[in-house]
T-cell receptor, first 113, second 111 residues
Framework: DAGVIQSPRHEVTEMGQEVTLRCKPISGHNSLFWYRQTMMRGLELLIYFNNNVPIDDSGMPEDRFSAKMPNASFSTLKIQPSEPRDSAVYFC???????????FGSGTQLSVL | RKEVEQDPGPFNVPEGATVAFNCTYSNSASQSFFWYRQDCRKEPKLLMSVYSSGNEDGRFTAQLNRASQYISLLIRDSKLSDSATYLCAVNIVNNFNKFYFGSGTKLNVKP
């Protein structure tokens, strides 16, 4: 199993630019989670999907952030426009509904200059 | 208030020492509990689940106290390779799984 695949691994961009992060969950998993990790705030849950449907986006910081899951094998997290305070590691994770195990991707290190 | 809170550490211990971490959670509806390990610049990986009766996996022992709403992780005979950040997580199941993580406790095991 390839595990959860995220791209890109690193993204450096300038303030005001649009950033798109991508995630492919483990095949067969029907829950997908986007987390953001910073030294100050730790690992924050941004949004999660179940069967491709967004269930709870209360963790999304503001309207500049949006997430989609057009099918069971792909999700995107978009930031438009990006700001320096968005700099963080963004993790995608997936699980099989009802399972206690959450599997993480390798993360995207985002730097907004 | 954060859903899950941990002492950030760092805990600096010599090889062979026993070290314990605690983690408190605020939502009494939390149903499942876990410890994850995160190495520097890597993703969190599941270390072990925490069951009501307590459970052990080699040198690692996890315990749950529902009355006081905390979970603990005990590491015996610590190794250099145990150096990492340990995150506790809770799963609040209201129709769907929702995982919350603590900020992590950093452990440094010294020779």
């Amino acid at each position: 199993d390839a595990g959860v695949i995220q791209s890109p691994r690193h993204e450096v961009t300038e303030m005001g630019q649009e950033v798109t992060l991508r995630c492919k969950p483990i095949s067969g998993h029907n829950s997908l989670f986007w987390y953001r990790q910073t030294m100050m705030r730790g690992l924050e849950l941004l949004i999660y999907f179940n069967n491709n449907v967004p269930i709870d986006d209360s963790g999304m910081p503001e309207d500049r952030f949006s997430a989609k899951m057009p099918n069971a094998s792909f999700s995107t997290l978009k930031i438009q426009p990006s700001e320096p305070r968005d700099s963080a590691v963004y993790f995608c994770a997936s699980s099989f509904g009802g399972s206690e195990k959450l599997f993480f991707g390798s993360g995207t290190q985002l730097s907004v200059l | 208030r954060k859903e899950v809170e941990q002492d950030p550490g760092p805990f600096n211990v010599p090889e062979g020492a026993t070290v314990a971490f605690n983690c408190t959670y605020s939502n009494s509806a939390s149903q499942s509990f876990f410890w994850y390990r995160q190495d520097c610049r890597k993703e969190p990986k599941l270390l072990m689940s925490v069951y009501s009766s307590g459970n052990e996996d080699g040198r690692f022992t996890a315990q749950l106290n529902r009355a006081s709403q905390y979970i603990s992780l005990l590491i015996r005979d610590s190794k250099l390779s145990d150096s990492a950040t340990y995150l506790c997580a809770v799963n609040i199941v209201n129709n769907f799984n929702k995982f919350y993580f603590g900020s992590g406790t950093k452990l440094n095991v010294k020779p």
